[in-house]
């Protein structure tokens, strides 16, 4: 097997977002440009310097139907409804052609990928939005942790409360708890409700006001267009605060350690 250089992989996954735009816009479904793709396109019109991946969402219905329809010989759409080990609760379209080999996380198979992240209703009512929100978060902090594995640079005091926590929620089934958050995320449709759910890694910042998706406009990612939200200024605010100041060169550095393989 070759080892991909991180132009290469960056490559594959441009591959992969135009054939996600060309399946969407055949078939009339609504995807956006999301976290730092979005920034990377607003900022930089394209990859963020010192980050290597790309994040989309879609509204519920249409990623359900994405889900359903999607098909082509060299890209798959997996998630945990179309596979019961699949390990996260959205979804993924990756190259079948390639491995991608993670020390930190799940051993699932998985080639390079995009991640799709489904935008779900919430309740009006204060309250219930708040219980609703803090459950699919601590869902969601549980199947993390079910997929994190002991590695030697955590340290032995973070790796013994780790294996503490996954002791307290052996009786919880990954596949449980990812079903779970999906089915109880989906419980509020989008068409009623004033803001929305996304399911992301920001936690209070994943709700946002549904007038940032009432419509879409275009933005340049790596010299071609694609979707984004008309709120998108506001909805990068939300998420970084002055999202187009550079950060401190110590903080620019990519979150993710992982080798590529060609097949």
Not at 24 to 45: D, I, P
Not at 74 to 81: A, C, D, K
Not at 162 to 171: D, E
Not at 239 to 261: A, C, D, F, Q, W
Request: charged share 25%.
């Amino acid at each position: 097997m070759k080892e991909l250089s991180c132009d290469e992989f960056k490559q594959i996954q441009i591959q992969i977002l135009n054939e996600i735009k060309i399946f969407c816009e055949k078939n009339g479904l609504n995807y956006y440009l999301a976290y730092g793709t979005l920034l990377g396109a607003v900022r930089h019109q394209g990859f963020i310097p010192w980050d290597d991946d790309i994040d989309i969402v879609m509204p519920r219905i249409d990623y359900l139907k994405f889900e359903k329809l999607f098909k082509h010989d060299r890209f798959e759409f997996l998630s945990i409804s179309k596979d019961a080990t699949y390990p996260y609760h959205f979804g993924k379209v990756l190259d079948k052609n390639t491995i991608l080999v993670d020390d930190s996380s799940s051993s699932y198979d998985i080639g390079v990928n995009i991640d799709v992240f489904p935008i779900d209703g919430l309740p009006s009512s204060e309250m219930r939005k708040r219980i609703h929100c803090h459950f699919v978060w601590f869902l969601q902090n549980i199947a993390t942790l079910k997929l994190m594995k002991y590695v030697r640079k955590r340290g032995m005091i973070k790796n013994i409360i780790l294996a503490f926590l996954k002791f307290i929620f052996i009786p919880f089934p990954l596949y449980t708890v990812l079903k779970a958050i999906n089915n109880y995320a989906m419980k509020y449709s989008m068409e009623k409700s004033s803001e929305y759910l996304l399911e992301g890694a920001y936690k209070n910042r994943e709700v946002v006001c549904a007038s940032i998706f009432q419509s879409k406009m275009n933005v340049v990612f790596e010299n071609e267009s694609y979707s984004a939200p008309v709120g998108t200024n506001s909805w990068l605010m939300q998420l970084y605060g002055n999202y187009m100041e550079m950060p401190p060169v110590e903080r620019r550095i990519s979150t993710h350690n992982y080798k590529v393989l060609q097949k």
